[in-house]
């Protein structure tokens, strides 16, 4: 079963930081683009960031000089590096990944995501 699992969210105080990490697992080959998406209440999924297997990095307006993407490769793992928060990146924190799996066909996976609650 090919899955990705977040772990890192939480409470936080405007200004803060938090990283959340995203690791893919199961029968895959490779995995290719990996993403942060978010929610809000009330809101549409938007994306965040999305990091490509070369390294190459995008990031909505919102967020920029704020929040960095990163990954291991070994680990089959993408971060998220949240900066500089503030109220209205309060979300649930979805990671998504284009993977080659190991029947070379390739899948968009989801994980269930984690809470991110910018607070004082």
């Known amino acids: 079963q090919v899955q990705l699992v977040e772990s890192g969210g939480g409470l936080v105080q405007p200004g803060g930081s938090l990283r959340l990490s995203c690791a893919a697992s199961?029968?895959?080959?490779?995995?290719?683009?990996m993403r942060w998406y978010r929610q809000a209440p009330g809101k549409q999924r938007e994306l965040v960031a999305g990091?490509?297997?070369?390294?190459?990095?995008n990031y909505t307006d919102s967020v920029k000089g704020r929040f960095r993407i990163s990954r291991d490769n070994s680990k089959n793992t993408v971060y998220l590096h949240l900066n500089s928060q503030k109220p209205e990146d309060t979300a649930v924190y979805y990671c998504n990944a284009d993977v080659l799996l190991g029947n070379w066909k390739t899948q968009t996976i989801w994980g269930k995501g984690t809470q991110v609650t910018v607070s004082s």
């Open positions: 990091i490509t297997n070369g390294g190459n990095t």
């Open positions: 199961g029968n895959i080959f490779s995995v290719l683009a």
